[in-house]
């Protein structure tokens, strides 16, 4: 895990600069795994931040072309930090991964 500072949009003019503690990814992902093997729902707290996997469902998403429903696995907070990966192209295939990291300080 590593301490950066991320930018907080807030409704005001203002941007509050925070440090935050933002786990390796390669620990994230061997968790998300492990999770996926298992293939059983699950939420709760994760490295230090909200964490939820949802296994893959036979039954399409709504509106969609997809014929099943992909495994995923979210992390952290929207506008903050997050992470996600999604098994849309089957659940033994490797995951797409998504890293929303903008307003992480450089």
Do not use: C
């Not at 696995?73 to 890293?99: N, Y």
């Amino acid at each position: 895990m590593i301490t950066v500072k991320a930018k907080i949009h807030v409704l005001s003019e203002e941007s509050p600069v925070v440090p935050i503690v933002i786990p390796d990814l390669d620990e994230v992902r061997a968790f998300a795994n492990d999770l996926h093997k298992k293939g059983l729902p699950w939420q709760g707290e994760a490295f230090g931040w909200s964490a939820e996997y949802t296994p893959e469902r036979a039954e399409p998403p709504l509106d969609s072309k997809m014929t099943f429903t992909p495994a995923d696995f979210v992390i952290g907070e929207s506008g903050i930090w997050f992470f996600s990966m999604m098994w849309e192209h089957g659940k033994d295939r490797a995951p797409v991964e998504f890293l929303d990291d903008k307003n992480i300080v450089p």
